[in-house]
């Protein structure tokens, strides 16, 4: 079975600090058309998730730069470069060749 | 502006049926693969099935195939899930979602399906 992973699970920050969640899968999503399908998801309390990353690096509209994707093969790196107030909530990697999600990873505050 | 808008949700005993639908506006429906991803109460996504613009192309996830089908109709902007043979683990938020890339961008707001006696 295609696995992917993600941690840590629970991601304590201080505000205004940078923050790093890794997503990893058992295999490569290295697409047979040479793109990789590695999105990134953010899902707030009480709402539905919403996309922020997708192949890899590319950022949806209206998506702040603090956010950024990185990575290749297998392994993939959300980071966000000063968290502010608005960006805790869950967030989700979606492996788009298997549609797995990974386990999701809690933002909040330390 | 891009809308999905989920009902269909309710209570429902091990076993029943239940369809779901989506309706969608916005975007060119007919051009667009179409998903249903689900979320468990306190718990994470579980994609559950995607659907081709032309109704050919059709996929599971293990948890449901067999029990579950989606379908679409293009004439009137709809995405459905039929859910047959429902259990309790099937108790879950159900999100209609338009595919891009291999990826999700757009969302509905969810409705909730509880599958309990």
């Known amino acids: 079975d295609d696995v992917v992973t993600q941690s840590p699970l629970s991601l304590p920050v201080t505000l205004g600090q940078p923050a790093s969640i890794s997503c990893r899968s058992s295999?490569?999503?290295?697409?047979?058309?040479?793109?990789?399908?590695l999105s990134w998801f953010q899902q707030r309390p009480g709402q539905s998730p919403r996309r922020l990353i997708y192949k890899v690096s590319k950022r949806d509209s209206g998506v702040p730069d603090r956010f950024s994707g990185s990575g290749s093969g297998t392994d993939f790196t959300l980071k966000i470069s000063r968290v502010e107030a608005e960006d805790l909530g869950v967030y989700y990697c979606?492996?788009?060749?298997?549609?797995?999600f990974g386990q999701g990873t809690k933002v909040e505050i330390k | 502006d891009v809308q999905l808008v989920e009902s269909g949700g309710d209570l429902v005993q091990p076993g029943e049926s239940l369809r779901l639908s989506c309706a969608a506006s916005g975007f060119t429906f007919s051009a667009y693969w179409m998903n249903w991803v689900r979320q468990a109460p306190g718990r994470g996504l579980e994609w559950v099935a995607k659907?081709?613009?032309?109704?050919?192309?059709?996929y599971y996830a293990g948890s449901v195939k067999g029990r579950f089908t989606i379908s679409r109709d293009n004439t009137k902007n709809s995405l459905f899930l039929q859910m047959n043979g429902l259990r309790a683990d099937d108790t879950a938020i159900y999100y209609c979602?338009?595919?891009?890339?291999?990826?999700?961008?757009?969302w509905g707001q969810g409705t909730l399906v509880t599958v309990s006696s």
């Open positions: 659907i081709n613009p032309e109704e050919n192309e059709i």
């Open positions: 979602t338009r595919e891009v890339w291999w990826s999700l961008d757009y």
């Open positions: 979606l492996a788009g060749t298997y549609w797995t």
């Open positions: 295999e490569s999503l290295e697409h047979s058309d040479g793109n990789t399908y």
